[in-house]
């Protein structure tokens, strides 16, 4: 009846020490999994943020651009008005002399 329980206890402990082996080893597989996951989504995040950072720096690059072009369009808009202003006083002055 001794030597029964003591297979029986040491079936016990044997069966205790596979659930703590099987427990740690799948704990572990989980645990690199979750690792590699979480690399792949910070490498994503990362290649995110820095594709996000290049369309500012390109949209200020446009945003420059375009102040130039509005610059540059606000000259040529006040060159066309002296143009027409010019033209203006020149049929004026033709009007004046053929009216004489």
Not at 63 to 88: A, C, G, P, T, W
Request: with cysteine; charged share 40%.
């Amino acid at each position: 009846m001794n030597e029964a329980i003591s297979v029986q206890v040491l079936i016990t402990v044997v069966g205790f020490v596979i659930t703590i082996l099987t427990f740690t080893n799948t704990r572990k597989k989980d645990l690199e999994d979750d690792t590699k996951e979480r690399t792949k989504m910070y490498t994503k995040v990362d290649e995110t943020c820095n594709r996000i950072n290049e369309i500012l720096r390109s949209v200020d690059k446009m945003s420059i651009k375009f102040d130039d072009v509005s610059h540059l369009q606000l000259r040529h808009d006040e060159q066309i008005k002296n143009v027409y202003r010019m033209l203006d006083d020149h049929d004026d002055r033709l009007k004046k002399l053929e009216d004489k």
